[in-house]
């Protein structure tokens, strides 16, 4: 059976799938009705349930694992699912829920050695110690969690791939500007997203914390990079040099960075942040479109709609 992303407009849907979120809103006439995100391994999908009662939003909650039948339309140049079925998945299904999980595609461990491969290319002790120290701390969460809640490695592992995809293009770039101070720059990729271990809700159906909605995970790494120094005893610019690493890799203030990049290697780091963020949005949108057409409307990417041209040679990665 195909994925939930490889459905076309007018195709009959009859899956099991994972309730992402749910959100409860009324028509113009006042009735209820659920919004549900909807996944498998192959993506998401906007679900409609119209005339939904108290116990479907009791029932229909994230992470909860759901048998829906339905049929394809669009909206605003998006696929939706129009459900017409809906149902709790029970012990006779025999599905599991990491059948319908999206995962980074690199094993746990293989990131792993990946990423202590490069902490031990960090030959400044204080930036290694900090780095090694607050990996350490996060380990579990930080090779589970995704990286965002929607629009980029908002999968399990997602956070994980992301940090080792942009440590990959770092040791490339640094290759062409050796005036780059790698220990910084990898320590930055490292750290600058860790915050959303304490940001994020957990790895699958993720949301946003109380300390995520008030404090935002720069905020909170920014804060950790300081409390961890100064339990192991490191102290001098490199700490305020990392931390503004992780301050500005946003770039700007209406992007959530208080502070632009100041360093070169800061600089990089958002221009890598960004690179990887994109590509991976932009493979998995023309992944489901097929050659000669266009994608879905990608709000993140300033609404764009992307070409796919007949004669590429291979899929896309993801």
């Not at 999206?102 to 746990?108: E, H, K």
């Amino acid at each position: 059976m195909k994925g939930i992303a490889h459905y076309n407009e007018g195709e009959q849907v009859n899956h099991y799938l994972l309730v992402k979120s749910s959100s409860k809103g009324l028509t113009s006439g006042g009735k209820p009705f659920l919004t549900l995100i909807l996944q498998d391994q192959t993506g998401d999908i906007e679900g409609k349930l119209w005339d939904s009662s108290p116990q479907d939003e009791h029932d229909f909650i994230p992470d909860t694992m759901v048998k829906v039948e339905g049929d394809i339309t669009t909206f605003r140049g998006k696929n939706q699912l129009r459900i017409k079925g809906i149902r709790l998945v029970t012990s006779n299904d025999q599905v599991k829920k990491a059948d319908l999980v999206m995962s980074a595609p690199l094993s746990v461990n293989t990131m792993l050695d990946k990423v202590t491969q490069y902490i031990f290319e960090i030959k400044n002790p204080a930036i290694q110690r900090i780095t090694r120290a607050l990996l350490k701390k996060h380990q579990d969460a930080f090779f589970e969690f995704p990286a965002a809640v929607r629009n980029h490695h908002e999968y399990v592992s997602g956070l994980a791939y992301h940090v080792v995809s942009m440590l990959n293009l770092a040791k490339g770039v640094a290759g062409l500007y050796p005036s780059l101070d790698t220990d910084l720059l990898y320590a930055g990729i490292i750290l600058h997203d860790m915050g959303k271990v304490t940001e994020l809700s957990g790895a699958t159906a993720a949301s946003y914390t109380l300390e995520g909605k008030l404090l935002g995970h720069i905020s909170i790494m920014v804060n950790e990079i300081a409390e961890t120094a100064k339990e192991i005893g490191v102290d001098g610019e490199e700490v305020v040099i990392l931390q503004h690493m992780v301050l500005s890799h946003h770039s700007k203030p209406e992007w959530g960075s208080p502070k632009p990049p100041l360093v070169k290697e800061a600089e990089i780091l958002h221009m890598l942040d960004n690179l990887d963020a994109k590509m991976n949005m932009m493979d998995r949108a023309l992944e489901k479109a097929k050659p000669g057409d266009f994608t879905e409307r990608l709000f993140a990417l300033d609404n764009r709609t992307l070409y796919r041209p007949q004669f590429e040679s291979k899929l896309p990665v993801e």
